[in-house]
């Protein structure tokens, strides 16, 4: 993060102080009070602390106020005897964590009568939870689907004109696009908690307050206690970003948060994967080359563009975590452009295509994992060119009305509707696709009707379901192929290069709650402890024995890892799934292509194992036929192991996972996967071995 200090020595500056988290209170409250006397000591003071401990976790932090003189001494001599950095337990000195939105303030045009708008079931349950600035309750978009709690005493501190990002997730969370779409999330609303101070073109946090401690205390009030606010809640929106803080390899503590009220909770977390407002420089290059350029020519200078700045482009904090979901953002609206191509603006793709938008934050996550988890549907985004001595820089055209998604807002202090765009749209229908996938599998005829499905596994499922319904699309395909010619056939780093951008691909939100047209997606869920098994038996299609047809399979697994927050390696449990012949941890492979020919399609297991999410993509391989009678099953073990390489893992420790399977064929051939699977859709599972 940079950060510019003021020129005035006497000017104040913040900055957060973070103990060292040992589970040892005794020994943190001892480092704690040393850290305060020797800020007090630099003429400082102390403005907030926080003093999170649980099981599993410790936070232990001060947000202080200095004089600039007394920063410049601590960076100019950093070791010196009574300086900062030599107080025992004293891990990092750090700028004041702000979060951050950042809302389209450009003015729009009511585009609907909101009378038209199907009314919300003020009696439904509340299956998610916003935690954002605060939505406008009365907005004729939302009215009766969002419920706010004040619970941090700042909604007082937004005027209603400037409740703009707020609202407009909140639209998109519960109607998607005012145009395109508008139909409320069955049998469900949302609670907001609203955790930034909405103002005229930014919403931030209170800057008298340290953000973890913000955080985790709406969390806490969500779901815990004798009264929790949301007790039937399974997931958390968090389109908020750390301002100025882009992931560098050190995971950062509201990451770890996060990914520690996964695992104990059963939460799922989308978090938007941040956007870049920086301009991308393309050099040696005028804006009338560029604009006079083929398609092809213009994509590839800004790939290499992007290669070149890949460092000043990463993850924004929290979005770097790794038991959450990582939203990005597919540049494309729902419906057509408003008005004319504007005069400068360049397209950059072409017309339908599912590319990241320019500004999306890219991965890889911690330890190299597989981040963003996939991109959303964001609203297009607009490139403008100019000039910049010899070079020119690429900008998204950011106050427009021609493109966007149509969402909730307020323009000169009344409701109104307007077009807009960037990873949170993309985080907020993102979570709208695994509400309506929710409400799906306990419907009437679902899969889970009638069944009392737990939070946790509601939270899994989609989560297994989400990454299970991406798909890289042509884009996608099509940049893997540029990259192992650049790359001179290395497939590892040629699809971590694509997987920086789509992640696990584009998400695909009808394949979340239906079938796909030519195939069948079986649903399981299971607990497993270190070196233990279970075996999930799937039906196998008798129309596939003796076809020589094209067949895909994708088996994907989530599930919330315990974490060790004192450990670098800090992801504890790994799961994987094999075809049943194999070893618990190795041997030989007796069926490769898990009874159906197949062979490994885009992503490798060496990629897939980083998260906590495993996903294993088999397409046909033609080479021979699969033989088998009308009831063959085809085991597929799912087995857990150390996920940190430091026997963290206790034995005793209950890992609950979701597993999806789809089978599906190509569309050619005259047969009805789904139809012959019909009857066994939800998998059974044997008892743990191993």
Not at 390 to 397: A, N
Not at 432 to 439: E, G, P, T, V, Y
Not at 642 to 660: C, V
Request: charged share 20%; hydrophobic share 45%; proline share 6%.
């Amino acid at each position: 993060m940079s950060y510019r200090l003021s020129e005035d020595d006497s000017a104040p500056i913040r900055l957060e102080l973070e103990i060292w988290p040992t589970a040892n209170a005794a020994q943190r409250a001892r480092w704690l009070a040393d850290t305060r006397a020797r800020v007090e000591a630099f003429a400082g003071r102390v403005v907030d602390t926080s003093s999170i401990s649980e099981i599993g976790f410790a936070y232990e932090a001060i947000l202080v106020e200095m004089p600039s003189a007394a920063v410049r001494e601590l960076l100019a001599n950093p070791f010196a005897p009574n300086g900062l950095a030599s107080i025992d337990g004293l891990q990092f000195v750090l700028p004041q964590t702000v979060g951050q939105s950042l809302p389209d303030v450009s003015d729009g045009t009511p585009q609907l009568q909101f009378g038209d708008l199907p009314a919300f079931d003020e009696d439904a349950p509340i299956k998610a939870v916003l935690l954002d600035g605060t939505p406008i309750a009365g907005h004729p978009a939302i009215d009766g689907g969002v419920v706010i709690e004040d619970v941090h005493d700042i909604v007082r501190l937004s005027q209603v004109a400037h409740r703009r990002h707020a609202t407009s997730m909140a639209s998109l969370m519960l109607r998607g696009d005012l145009v395109a779409d508008g139909a409320p999330i069955p049998n469900a609303r949302i609670l907001s908690i609203p955790i930034l101070v909405d103002h005229e073109r930014e919403a931030v946090s209170p800057n008298d307050r340290l953000f973890v401690d913000i955080v985790h205390i709406a969390l806490a009030r969500a779901f815990l206690g004798e009264t929790p606010l949301a007790p039937e809640a399974y997931l958390v929106n968090f389109s908020v970003g750390i301002k100025g803080s882009h992931f560098a390899g050190r995971i950062s503590s509201l990451a770890r948060l996060l990914d520690w009220w996964a695992d104990q909770q059963g939460i799922l977390f989308h978090v938007s994967a941040g956007n870049v407002p920086d301009a991308l420089t393309i050099p040696d290059m005028t804006v009338s080359a560029f604009e006079d350029a083929s398609p092809e020519d213009r994509r590839d200078h800004i790939e290499a563009a992007q290669r070149n700045a890949r460092h000043k482009r990463t993850l924004m904090a929290p979005a770097e975590a790794m038991n959450i979901v990582t939203v990005g953002a597919a540049s494309l609206d729902e419906t057509a452009p408003s008005a004319p191509l504007q005069a400068g603006v360049i397209p950059v793709h072409e017309d339908g295509d599912l590319t990241p938008a320019l500004s999306s934050a890219m991965g890889l996550g911690a330890f190299r994992s597989i981040k963003p988890d996939f991109l959303a549907l964001s609203g297009e985004h607009e490139v403008r060119a100019t000039p910049a001595a010899k070079d020119i820089r690429l900008s998204v055209v950011t106050q427009t009305q021609r493109t966007g998604l149509n969402v909730a807002t307020v323009q000169r202090g009344n409701p109104s509707t307007y077009r807009t765009r960037g990873t949170s749209c993309a985080n907020a229908m993102a979570s709208r696709a695994s509400l309506f996938a929710a409400a799906a599998l306990t419907a009437p005829d679902g899969p889970f009707d009638g069944l009392d499905v737990t939070t946790r596994d509601q939270a899994l499922i989609s989560k297994a379901l989400s990454v299970n319904a991406a798909r890289w699309p042509e884009a996608a395909l099509a940049r893997y192929d540029r990259e192992m010619i650049r790359l001179a056939g290395n497939h590892n780093q040629a699809r971590e290069e694509v997987c920086r951008y789509y992640g696990h691909g584009t998400l695909n939100e009808a394949l979340m709650r239906e079938a796909p047209d030519y195939g069948a997606t079986l649903i399981g869920t299971g607990t497993l402890r270190k070196d233990k098994a279970a075996i999930f038996n799937v039906p196998m299609p008798p129309s596939l024995a003796g076809e020589r047809i094209g067949r895909s399979m994708l088996v994907t697994i989530a599930w919330f890892s315990p974490v060790l927050a004192t450990r670098a390696r800090y992801r504890l449990a790994l799961l994987e799934a094999v075809a049943h012949g194999h070893d618990l941890f190795g041997g030989l492979i007796d069926d490769d292509g898990w009874a159906l020919d197949m062979k490994v399609g885009q992503l490798n297991k060496n990629i897939i194992k980083r998260g906590t999410v495993w996903s294993h993509r088999m397409i046909h391989n033609g080479a021979t036929v699969p033989n088998f009678d009308g009831n063959k099953v085809l085991p597929i073990r799912v087995q857990c192991r150390e996920g940190a390489g430091t026997n963290s893992l206790s034995p005793d420790d209950d890992i609950r996972f979701a597993l999806a399977v789809t089978l599906e064929i190509d569309s050619e051939a005259n047969l009805d996967v789904h139809e012959e699977l019909q009857a066994r859709l939800r998998i059974g599972v044997q008892n743990p071995i191993g």
